[in-house]
């Protein structure tokens, strides 16, 4: 049994156990790939996969036991070269942060500036994807920190801390008709009267969007949902509808053209850092995350995250 062996056999099942994508994926050969698979299975003396004629199915009750025991081992031996290199390697590797448009766009560059001044040698990676990616590519490895407002506190084998707290703005041209009532006045009835622009479902606090207007019992007319603040935005400059966006999103400068309302309607919303359970994170890793939240409790996040640091 060897390593390469046992990452083929998470790669088979993550390629929905295709033997092309998995040879691709991992740079080898498909007869390659074959070949270790049914090594390990004479080895172990048990069949691992589902067969029909030479394609895989799916796995067997051994093989889905254990896949558990592969992800655990492939984890643990990934987290003991990062150890090696805190000590051997102290400011240079690489960090991926998966995170959200929104993220990306308008909360991290000051932060990623800062970063980069600390450790010049660390190769940082930033994956823009969608909540439900971020927390998949942490769950899979393929990513270091997630932080996005959704998904991240609702998978178990996550831990996060806090990020910032944040509300909903609604966003119209200048001179438009809800910019001539004072915002307090601005009820979700008042809004409802107009076209709105927001985030696709899944991003950027939408769910609690359409819970405000269930909850009033309202039908809102709702002309286009995008996946990013700056698409929303250019829309309600042509006029299309009225937008609801991260606060964070408006750009005095450049939004010029447009107004901001701040708003309570939609209640508080939090955006959250996370990393996966069991994953040795470097210690600039750590630092990016205090860089982001000053007031984290990073050994508390360390002892969660990874117990036996």
């Known amino acids: 049994m060897n390593f390469q062996q046992l990452r083929i056999i998470r790669e088979t099942v993550r390629q929905n156990f295709n033997l092309t994508e998995a040879s691709a994926a991992l740079y ?52 003991i070269k990062r150890l090696a290199d805190d000590f051997n390697k102290v400011d240079e590797g690489t960090l991926t942060i998966a995170t959200t448009h929104t993220q990306a766009r308008y909360v991290l560059p000051p932060i990623v500036n800062s970063f980069k001044k600390l450790f010049p040698k660390v190769h940082l990676i930033l994956q823009q994807a969608s909540p439900v990616e971020i927390s998949e590519m942490l769950l899979m490895g393929d990513a270091d920190i997630g932080i996005a407002t959704e998904s991240l506190t609702t998978e178990d084998n996550l831990a996060s801390v806090p990020f910032y707290n944040w ?7 200048q001179g438009h008709p809800l910019t001539q009532i004072p915002p307090r006045e601005i009820t979700l009835e008042r809004l409802a009267e107009h076209p709105i622009i927001t985030y696709h479902g899944g991003f950027t606090g939408r769910s609690k969007i359409d819970k405000a207007f269930e909850e009033a019992q309202l039908d809102v007319d709702l002309v286009m949902s995008a996946l990013d603040a700056d698409v929303i935005k250019t829309y309600v400059e042509l006029g299309m509808g009225v937008g609801i966006v991260n606060d964070v999103a408006y750009d005095t400068e450049r939004d ?38 000053p007031s984290a409790d990073i050994k508390a996040l360390k002892k969660i995250a990874y117990p036996n640091d």
């Not at 309607?265 to 996966?276: D, E, K, P, Q, S």
Request: hydrophobic fraction near 35%; aromatic fraction near 6%; charged fraction near 25%.
């Open 28 to 79: 080898t050969s498909q007869s390659g790939v074959s070949k270790h698979i049914k090594d390990l299975e004479d080895e172990l003396g048990v069949q691992l996969f589902i067969r029909k004629g030479k394609r895989l199915l799916g796995l067997t009750e051994p093989g889905q036991s254990l896949l558990g025991i592969v992800e655990r081992m492939l984890v643990d031996a990934d987290n």
């Open 167 to 173: 509300k909903h703005s609604i966003i119209t041209p």
């Open 256 to 293: 010029h053209r447009l107004k901001q309302i701040d708003t309570d309607l939609f209640g508080v919303n939090t955006t959250w850092i996370a990393v996966r359970k069991g994953h040795l994170l470097r210690g600039y890793g750590y630092e990016f995350v205090s860089l982001c939240a």
